[in-house]
């Protein structure tokens, strides 16, 4: 796997939470270990861009978590990315 920087490892957990997602799928889809999906998850849930449903395991995106996603997704379509078919973007 290349390089992937911040913004992209974020862009990639909000797009599997954005269905709801346990750690686990989060940690085994965004391709992260256990100390990096902790770390970002602390990151995403201080800065409110998710939070975990009460009484379950899921975690889901807020309205802040989604529009920082979705600016992703722009930025991604502007750029032009070369990989379309496999961008962290698309749902």
């Given amino acids: ?22 750690k686990t799928k ?3 889809d965004a391709y992260l270990s256990y ?9 995403l849930t201080e800065n409110k861009m998710i939070k975990r449903s009460e ?14 996603y979705q600016k992703c997704k722009e930025i991604d379509d502007m750029i032009g990315s070369k990989q379309t078919h496999t961008s962290t973007f698309e749902i």
């Fill in 26 to 28: 989060i940690m085994y």
């Fill in 35 to 43: 100390t990096q999906l902790t770390e970002y998850l602390r990151f």
């Fill in 55 to 68: 009484g379950t395991e899921v975690y889901r995106l807020t309205e802040k978590g989604q529009k920082y």
């Fill in 1 to 22: 796997m290349k390089y992937r920087s911040r913004t992209e490892i974020l862009a990639s957990i909000l797009k599997v939470a954005s269905h709801g997602a346990t």
